[in-house]
């Protein structure tokens, strides 16, 4: 699903240059759900920003679902995150205006689907996270993990090949961050692919692989033994 | 580009913003309310000079004569210049080409005028037929003087409607014989003339008939002439210029007169002033325009800023929609339709009041100067192209500010 290669990535500050990323290699299979790690400064955000191609790497190669991400403009990058990727952020990123469903529905409004078949497609993934009966509520009438919810069916609404959660759970409680991370396990479950970043151990463990970056380069790459959040939240 | 699905946003967020839409769209329309009336006010200025001038022709050159007040060639000031029959014949053979209608005159203010019970004193002019059209009046009834008038010197007299009221009430005049000082005149024909009341008091004859019957010989108080227009209007200004230097010349020569003496002869060409009024009303018109865009211009800087402050508050938001897919040109679409759409509903808003006030209030203004002050078609067509215009102008700016917006840095966490 992802395939990357000797991933280079610099920001010029002053007069120095920063190296984020000193080559990195990473590939993904299609249904995996992979943490990755850091400290801060550790070049995770970046990495992230360059799978999310809101940033374009210095050098290397990536590879998306078999179709080569580079020299990206403005229209096509909006084009491929629209159809290959959903976003997951710690703070929601919610549209405060609108209701949870039309939030929803906003990717699938940027496919140019009529607004029909957009309302039923995102009722459809409101259902699947359990707020259908929130629909027409504003954001800020949503505790956090609702808000989160949203934010999570609207990364699946336009049913992108991969999902990539910037800390999900960095604004929730534990409670409230082991329910998101249940409703993304079952996603997992489902086959989707997802990519997570955290900081935090015991949501790294609920995923399937962890991969440790440190210094822009990974350090480790371990498979672990899924812990189901339900059974988490049952303790 | 004009979806359903694009203006559904668009009242979305104008209906979630109410009072920041509102200012906005008051400082655009005030700037087109007074476009509209300060428009409306010029061409109301214009119909009212341009009434001003039409009691005459406006093609008209005037001469007058009266006492020198300058010494000039050893001759002492204070000579009457007498204008005579012979002056008027000297012109017209040298200028013929050039006139179009001619009259010389001989009148006298304050003549007593009466029929039957009803009298007053009237201006009565004896001239030659060619006075109805320099006059500019409109026969209402009957006839102006004719050539055999003058030949026969026949005792008839033409009469203004100002005049027809006060002495014949509802009777009708024509054929009706009336003393003028003393002397009796058989009424052929009334006049108006656009110029009003004031020129409906003056009553004509035949000159011939006034040099006799006023013991007059060949003496004229005035000549009148109108000169040939050309299509291109400077082009007359020049002629009507240069044909009255001329006559001024000639006349100054005649009588010995200082060329600078301003009292002795006159001769005034109506064309030069028209042309330096209407320069005048061009001037205000211009000037009028250019407070007027001015106004907008500050309106739409208005809308401008309250753009860039929109763009910049929902900075976060455009880079929410750019990260879900939103193309560059569907945010810009979105801030320019917006602006558009904004500067468009306030101008109209302000286009219709503007007119609403001048359709309201102008029939009531009634000033020397300004008449039915109104907004014709092209004009509001013009505002709204303006309008249009200013609307893409103000949302340019800010919507290329939008879509260079970059989503990572509007995602990045607080």
């Known amino acids: 699903m992802i395939e990357i290669n000797n991933l280079n990535k610099s920001y010029a500050v002053g007069q120095n240059k920063l190296h984020v990323l000193k080559g990195i290699n990473f590939s993904v299979k299609s249904g995996e759900m992979v943490a990755i790690m850091g400290s801060s400064g550790s070049g995770k955000s970046t990495f992230l920003n360059i799978l999310g191609m809101l940033d374009e790497a210095d050098t290397g190669s990536y590879v998306l679902d078999g179709t080569p991400i580079k020299q990206l403009n403005e229209t096509t990058a909006a084009r491929y995150r629209n159809q290959f990727l959903g976003f997951i952020c710690q703070s929601f990123n919610l549209i405060s205006y609108k209701s949870a469903l039309d939030n929803v529905a906003m990717p699938l409004y940027y496919q140019g ?109 371990e498979s672990v033994d899924q812990v189901r959040a339900k059974n988490a939240l049952n303790v | 580009m004009f979806s359903l699905e694009r203006w559904h946003e668009i009242f979305e967020t104008i209906n979630k913003n109410r009072l920041r839409t509102f200012l906005t769209a008051l400082s655009v329309a005030s700037g087109i309310f007074i476009l509209v009336i300060l428009l409306g006010v010029s061409t109301g200025i214009q119909k009212g000079v341009q009434s001003e001038f039409e009691q005459d022709a406006a093609n008209r050159i005037s001469v007058w004569t009266g006492t020198t007040t300058k010494e000039y060639n050893g001759l002492n000031p204070g000579r009457y210049i007498q204008l005579k029959n012979e002056d008027y014949v000297l012109i017209e053979s040298n200028y013929d080409d050039y006139l179009e209608y001619r009259t010389p005159i001989y009148s006298i203010w304050g003549g007593a005028v009466s029929y039957k019970d009803q009298n007053g004193t009237y201006r009565v002019e004896g001239a030659f037929p060619d006075q109805q059209f320099i006059e500019n009046e409109t026969m209402v009834q009957g ?83 109108t000169v040939k227009m050309s299509d291109d209007f400077d082009q007359a200004v020049a002629l009507s210029s240069a044909l009255s230097e001329q006559i001024d010349k000639d006349l100054r020569q005649k009588y010995s007169v200082a060329p600078d003496d301003r009292s002795a002869v006159r001769v005034n060409s109506t064309l030069e002033e028209a042309k330096r009024i209407y320069g005048l009303i061009d001037t205000i018109r211009g000037v009028f325009w250019f407070i007027g865009i001015g106004t907008i211009i500050a309106g739409i800087v208005g809308v401008s800023n309250i753009m860039l402050i929109v763009v910049k508050e929902r900075t976060k938001e455009i880079g929410i929609r750019k990260a879900l897919g939103a193309l560059p040109w569907s945010i810009i679409g979105m801030i320019l339709q917006e602006a558009i759409f904004v500067t468009a509903m306030a101008g109209f808003i302000g286009l219709f009041l503007g007119v609403g006030l001048l359709e309201l209030v102008g029939p009531m203004v009634d000033s020397a100067f300004i008449k039915y002050p109104q907004v014709d078609f092209a004009t509001a067509m013009t505002t709204v192209v303006v309008l249009i215009l200013a609307g893409t102008l103000a949302g340019f700016i800010p919507a290329q500010r939008a879509a260079h917006i970059r989503p990572i840095e509007a995602l990045r966490d607080e």
């Open chain 1, 113 to 221: 689907m009529k607004r029909q078949e957009r309302t039923e497609r995102a009722m459809h993934y409101l259902e699947k996270v359990g707020l259908a009966n929130w629909a027409e509520h504003l954001p800020n009438e949503l505790s956090g993990g609702q808000k989160q919810r949203v934010a999570i069916a609207r990364a699946l609404a336009s049913d992108p090949k991969v999902l990539l959660a910037d800390e999900p759970t960095g604004a929730l409680d534990s409670t409230t961050s082991y329910e998101v991370m249940d409703l993304i396990q079952e996603i997992n479950d489902e086959g989707k692919t997802i990519l997570c970043v955290t900081h935090e151990r015991d949501i790294a463990q609920m995923c399937r692989r962890i991969v440790h970056l440190k210094d822009g380069l990974i350090v480790k790459d």
């Open chain 2, 143 to 225: 006839r102006f003087i004719a050539q055999s008038d003058l030949d026969q010197t026949t005792k008839v007299a033409v009469i203004g409607h100002q005049m027809k009221r006060d002495l014949f009430k509802n009777e009708d005049p024509i054929g009706a014989q009336i003393d003028i000082q003393g002397i009796n005149f058989i009424v052929v024909g009334v006049y108006s003339d656009p110029g009003g009341n004031r020129e409906e008091n003056r009553i004509f004859i035949p000159l011939s008939t006034a040099q006799k019957v006023f013991n007059a010989q060949d003496r004229l108080r005035s000549l009148a002439y």
